[in-house]
């Protein structure tokens, strides 16, 4: 199947520095890749909608200058927390579908464990 | 908002038991989509088991099945022959109109040798 892959798994920064978290589609072109958070023990909850070639759709309430989403190429999409803070730390996870039906599977990268000190 | 409602936090079941994990929705697409996936402690998402909303029949997938009953806009996976290996956090998802999957809150299973 379908293989997202998500770099890196696992990091702490210091309080006020950022950071990049990237999202590959290993074997399939994703126009569209999505972007969410989850904090322990709750749900997935969508941060982003990444666009190839344009700007991305943030949902209500999450902050884009915070979250800079660049959706460069058909197989790759980035994820900035710029001056990231401790409330910022959470788990982040970016998913892409092949195919555009609704019953087109969502592949999830491994997702990428923040922790902001 | 559209919702998904899944009631259960947490479940717990006896090895080699069958279980069911519930889920209720909301939506006003005419067609739509449901998954369900389960999060180990390692957090990957694996895929488990797609219905869409028109298909005749439940699906099934190894050990996975999904009782689907539209009407009642409820899509409960049922696990057959627990395994411990099945202890782990299960989501339901929809898809629709919209390309991204909406999740439901939930639910820890714990299997029991």
């Known amino acids: 199947g379908a293989v997202v892959s998500q770099h890196p798994s696992r990091v702490i920064c210091k309080s006020g520095t950022s950071v990049k978290i990237e999202c590959r589609s290993l074997d399939f072109q994703a126009t569209t890749m999505f972007w969410y958070r989850q904090f322990p023990k709750k749900s997935l909850m969508l941060m982003a909608t990444?666009?190839?070639?344009?700007?991305?759709?943030?949902e209500q309430g999450v902050e884009k200058d915070k979250f800079l989403i660049n959706h460069a190429s058909l197989t790759l999409s980035t994820l900035t927390v710029t001056s990231a803070h401790p409330e910022d730390s959470s788990f982040y996870i970016c998913s892409a579908r092949e195919g555009t039906g609704i019953g087109s599977e969502a592949f999830f990268g491994q997702g990428t464990r923040l922790t902001v000190v | 908002a559209q919702k998904i409602t899944q009631t259960q936090p947490g479940m717990f079941v006896q090895e080699k038991e069958a279980v069911t994990l519930d889920c209720t929705y909301d939506?006003?697409?005419?067609?739509?989509?449901l998954f369900w996936y389960k999060q180990p402690s390692s957090g990957e998402m694996i895929f488990l088991i797609y219905q869409g909303s028109y298909d005749q029949q439940n699906a099934t997938e190894g050990r996975y099945s999904l009782n689907f009953q539209k009407a009642r806009k409820s899509a409960n996976l049922v696990i057959s022959a627990s395994q411990l290996g099945d202890s782990a956090m299960y989501f339901c998802?929809?898809?629709?109109?919209?390309?991204?999957?909406?999740f439901g809150s939930g639910t820890q299973l714990t299997v029991l040798p």
């Open positions: 990444s666009n190839e070639g344009s700007k991305a759709t943030y």
């Open positions: 939506t006003s697409d005419p067609s739509y989509g």
């Open positions: 998802a929809r898809s629709g109109s919209a390309r991204q999957l909406t």
